[in-house]
C-alpha cells in the first residue's frame, strides 16, 4: 500500500471497502515523513502515539458502519492552529515551548469528523511571509524545485501535500498564504469568506484578516475538508452565522452562462509572461465550456499592498503584545528586572521579520500617525471592498494570476522585504474585501507551477470549488507529480 498523491476521496473509498485500515494508513504516512521529510522540512512535529490512536477509533468507526467522508483520514494541521497536549509553536522561538490546555475549533471538528493528525506544519513565523524562510525551524523546501519556496507562510502544508505525505492539510491565508503556496506547489488551496471559518484556537496575526482554509490536490477533496471546517463557532465572535451548504453537491454543475471578469490590472507591468500566458490559456478553457469573459476594472488593487502593510501590522503589534515571557512562551535568562525581561525575551523570541512588522504596525498605531495612516488604510480597505462589489453586479467570478511570478529561489528576496512584499499583489485585497478566493493548477513554468486565481462574491465558496472542479475535468495540471525523493 502506498500512499503518495492519493486524493482524499480515494482513501475514503479503500478504508470504507477494507483495502487497509486507517492504522495501516497511518503507519505508512508516518514512515513516509521520517524517510524523506529532511528534504523539505515541512513538519516541525510529528504526533504519532496521537495519531495511532486516532486512527484505531476511526478503524472502530468504520467498522461500526458510522464513518463520516473524513474519518481514518490521515491529514496534518498548519502550526498555528493549537492542539490540546501537542506542541503549537507558530513557527516561533517564543513558543518553542508551548503545549496549549485546549483545542482549535478546526482541528476539533476533524477530531469529530474521525480524521487522523499526523503533525504539525511548518509556517513563516506568526505566518508573516511569503516564502516559508522566515520559521525558527528553518526553510521549507518545494518539492517542485528543492532550490525553490514553497510559498509562505502556509508553505509547510503545501509542501507536506505536494510531497505526497498527506492528501490534505490546513493552512491559513492572511494575504494570500494559503492561495500562494498552492499555486507554487501546484495544489488547490481555497480562503473562504472572513467568517465562514471558525478562527478560535488559531494563534492569531491579523484578526481582521486571518482565515483558515484547506489545501489539497483535487477541489472535490477541497469540498471535503471544506465540509467539515466550515461550521458557525459561538466561541468566535467573528464567525458568521449562516447556512453551510455541502459543498460536495455542486462541484459537477454546468458552467454556462458563467460570467468570468479579467481585470485589466491583473495583466499590467510586473507580471511574468509565461505566467500571463498560463493564466489565460486555463480562462480560454472555461470559454470553451459555455462561460463568457468580460474585461473589468479593479482601479483601487494598486493601493492594496501599501494598505495591507499598514492595516496587518498594525493588528499584529497588539496580537503579539501578549508575549512578554511572563504567563507562557520563551522567557530570557536572569533578568535584571521586569523590564529587562520583557525587552529581552520577546528581542531574543522573535525573529526579525515579525520584529519588523511589530515596529511598522506600532508607529501606525502611535499617537500622530494614527490618523495619517491607520484610519487612512482603512478608508482605502473601504475602496477596495466597493471594486469588488460593483465588478460583482457585472460578472459572477473574476479570474487572474495567483502570483507575479513562479516559486522563487530561496534566499533571492531574504534582503529586499519589499520585493517580498510585490509577491502578494495580487493577494492581499481578497483579505481586505474579505471575500472567498482560491487558486487551482493550471500548468507550469520552466517546471514550476503555475496558479489560477478564482474570486468570488461573499459565502460563494461552492461556486468556487465547482468552477475549479469543473477545470479539472478537463486538465490534467492537478495530477502531476514531483519527482519523488
Known sequence: MTMPYSTIAQLAKGLQDGSFSSRELTQDVIADIKARDQHYNSFISLSEDQALAQADAADARIAAGSAAPMTGIPMAHKDLFCTQGVRTTAGSKILDNFVPPYEST??????????????????????????NESSFYGAVHNPWDLNAVPGGSSGGSAAAVAAGFVAGATGTDTGGSIRQPAAFCNLTGIRPTYGRVSRFGIIAYASSLDQAGPMTHTAEDAALMLNVMAQFDPQDSTSAQVETPDYTTSLNDSLAGLKIGVPTEFFEAGLAAGVAEATMAAIKQYEAMGAEIVDISLPNLKLSIPAYYVIAPSEASSNLSRYDGVRYGYRCDDPADLMDMYCRSRAEGFGEEVKRRIMVGTYALSEGFYDAYYVKAQRIRRMIKDDYARAFEQVDVIMGPVTPTPAFDIGSHSKDPVAMYLEDIYTLSINLAGIPAMSTPAGFVNGRPVGLHIMGNYFSEAKLLNIAHKLQQVTDWHLQQPQSL
Open 106 to 131: 478546526v482541528s476539533q471538528l476533524f477530531l469529530d469528523a474521525g480524521a487522523v493528525s499526523v503533525g504539525k506544519t511548518n509556517l513563516d513565523e506568526f505566518a508573516m511571509g511569503s516564502s
